[in-house]
DNA sequence: GTCTATATGTAGATAGAC
DNA sequence: GTCTATCTACATATAGAC
């Protein structure tokens, strides 16, 4: 029983950590708030990650870097670029429904402290060495016009990504409900490829 | 002597405060911290603004709802799509590039309090409507494929806003340097427009 | 492994002299 | 208007019983 009650302890804990820091952040985040929400005590909470810092590692470890690196991940083994774009949006919209904190969450924590999650970012280096490749090819073949393939990158993760972090300015903005909101999300897998296809294509 | 010291004192305040607080968002900016880069001390601070609070509401509405204003009203008076287009975006990256840390500070306040925020917001309420109608009238004149006018506004302020949000990864990950960065935002007043209407033009 | 109680540090805020 | 010194509150972290 004890080795169950561990295991289910810590994971309780990490779920909880996850959600409060992605709510408020690594500053605004508070081990009571985290220990209320595992349904523990805070000591108990030091003596499974000694301290704030080593549960924030921990969420991160373990949540974040994993999510991230699954959305890099959908790019490999593709072998034409709009194939690759329609991969990675789903899969990056998709990991965002999971998690809708996680990228205010994530830029947050990268404007605070760019070089603790350098190992984070550098997961994503090998995919984004596929990503130009298949851009290359494809401005060879003459399926695309002329674009700098960084811009492009850019401009794909910011309309996956977006949409997460300004969500309450979009809701207010254009008055929807949060299921409405959830709605948009789900066809914006079908037509942020479109947008972006129908951009680039020669 | 006194009036100017006076003024002196409170707008210097005021842009230590903005700095700090979006640098660290508004659990993370320390009091000592703002009066250090004001070159006073937290007495005084207190004294130009009662608490935490109001120095923060005092930073939001002279700095971050001007500016956001600013950015809407560069669509008034627009009588076509592409060019309101094109003003919004260089007014959103002129506005931004002055104050990098900006969307990040928005996104997060928005995300802690949706509710306090809402007179900032409905700011921009004016000129979303003149936006719809733009769109519309593109659409009746079969300027532009059908395309959902709300979703096309979210794409355009997230290729605006994004690349500050995400701007360590960027940097990082396309190991690029911070005048590297500066040259590609600027290209971007151009070429997010263009990326843009290729994507829209029938 | 989990708790209660407590120590320690620090941030926000005030009092009061000048 | 500006300072030094201080109070108070609270968050992190530890000690020690069970």
Redesign the interface.
Known sequence: MSAVKEEGTEHRILEAAQRVFTR?????ARMQEVADEAGINKALLHYYFRDKQRLFEGVFKGGAEKQFGCIWDSLKGREHLFEAIEAFVAAYIDRMVENPQLP?F???E???D?EGL?AF?DR??ES?QLFLKLVADARERGEI?DI?P??LL??I???C???F??????T???G?TDEAFRR?II??RK??PE??I???RA
Not at 165 to 170: G, K, W
């Open positions: 408020k952040g690594m500053a605004g205010l994530i830029a947050n990268l404007n605070r760019p350098r970012i994503g280096m984004r016009i700098d960084r811009e850019v401009n993760m910011a309309m990504a977006h949409p972090i300004a969500r309450p300015m979009i207010h903005i254009h929807i948009m066809k914006r037509t942020v947008f972006i129908r951009s680039i």
